[in-house]
């Protein structure tokens, strides 16, 4: 595959992200995440590390932000290729009155382009408070 492939097959599955967190859709967002995959919140006092079991379960439970018409305020900063099957993802994203920076790192199988960590933290949306 081409870079600029990889780039547009990334950018697809990091707007499928955001459509799943948006809409809390556990079943949309294990279509872009490897099964073996690890969720970790590095906030002081709220350190998490979850694999996608726990973390589809956390998000079950959610009420998605688009039931209420939540505003979507998301941006890919950064994609670097390393290589053909490892790609990493940096992102912001404004969700549940929170700036949120993202740290996602990618792979390449058989099913594609899919998200095999998602490190993250974040601050108090300051234009919310």
């Given at each position: 595959?081409?870079?600029?492939?990889?780039?547009?097959?990334?950018?697809?599955?990091?707007?499928?992200?955001?459509?799943?967190?948006y809409?809390?859709?556990?079943?949309?967002?294990?279509d872009v995440f490897h099964p073996d995959a690890r969720y970790v919140n590095m906030v002081d006092d709220d350190y998490m590390?979850?694999?996608?079991?726990?973390?589809?379960?956390?998000?079950?439970?959610?009420t998605p932000p688009a039931s209420s018409g939540a505003p979507r305020a998301e941006n890919i900063m950064s994609i670097e290729l390393?290589?053909?099957?490892?790609?990493?993802?940096k992102l912001k994203m404004t969700m549940f009155g929170r700036e949120y920076l993202d740290f996602l790192t990618l792979t390449h199988d058989r099913l594609g382009w899919r998200i095999m960590s998602k490190v993250f933290t974040?601050?108090?949306?300051s234009k919310e408070n």
């Amino acid at each position: 595959m081409s870079a600029q492939k990889d780039i547009a097959s990334i950018v697809y599955v990091i707007d499928a992200y955001f459509l799943g967190l948006y809409h809390a859709d556990s079943k949309k967002l294990a279509d872009v995440f490897h099964p073996d995959a690890r969720y970790v919140n590095m906030v002081d006092d709220d350190y998490m590390n979850y694999s996608m079991q726990e973390y589809f379960a956390k998000i079950d439970l959610r009420t998605p932000p688009a039931s209420s018409g939540a505003p979507r305020a998301e941006n890919i900063m950064s994609i670097e290729l390393g290589g053909e099957r490892m790609a990493f993802v940096k992102l912001k994203m404004t969700m549940f009155g929170r700036e949120y920076l993202d740290f996602l790192t990618l792979t390449h199988d058989r099913l594609g382009w899919r998200i095999m960590s998602k490190v993250f933290t974040y601050i108090p949306n300051s234009k919310e408070n």
